[in-house]
């Protein structure tokens, strides 16, 4: 006879499973290699980061997050100003720190990567929190404004 899970085990069972989705990700790290012509900004140490990029039509720009193993926060994208008419997202990924592979609990990199659709000015805000917890303020925030012209 099956018994039914409980919604704590159906829970516990979706966390598992997006935490093994996520360290999977690990070697991805070709997937969004820098390539010439990328623009790459990294964040997320400071409880409130805020910073701004001209680039031209059809660049790729790479946003790399600081996160921590083990402490169930993970950074979300949320939606910004007129993002999706400028910007197309190409993916995310989580890429370990250099010298940390082995390292349980050790700091990584969260990757996400757009392309310039066309010129424009777009606002990306990503914030740093548990999933799981609602109403809680969250523990990061960064704020990338996003200016695409011709030069």
């Not at 660049?59 to 400028?86: D, F, H, K, M, P």
């Not at 082995?102 to 740093?128: D, H, K, Y």
Request: hydrophobic letters at 40%; one cysteine or more; charged letters at 20%.
């Amino acid at each position: 006879m099956i018994t039914p899970l409980s919604p704590r085990r159906i829970v516990l069972a979706a966390l598992a499973a997006a935490t093994l989705t996520a360290f999977a990700c690990v070697s991805d790290r070709d997937r969004f290699a820098n390539k010439q012509g990328d623009v790459v900004l990294t964040g997320g140490k400071a409880s409130q980061e805020e910073a701004s990029a001209t680039i031209d039509p059809s660049t790729t720009i790479i946003v790399r997050l600081a996160s921590q193993s083990g402490t169930g926060y993970s950074w979300r994208l949320v939606t910004g100003t007129n993002e999706w008419s400028v910007l197309s997202f190409r993916g995310k990924a989580t890429e370990r720190e250099p010298g940390t592979a082995n390292l349980p609990g050790g700091p990584f990199q969260e990757v996400f990567s757009f392309r310039a659709n066309r010129t424009g000015e777009a606002t990306l805000e990503f914030v740093n929190e548990r999933p799981w917890e609602t109403g809680v303020a969250p523990a990061n925030r960064y704020i990338l404004h996003v200016k695409v012209q011709n030069r």
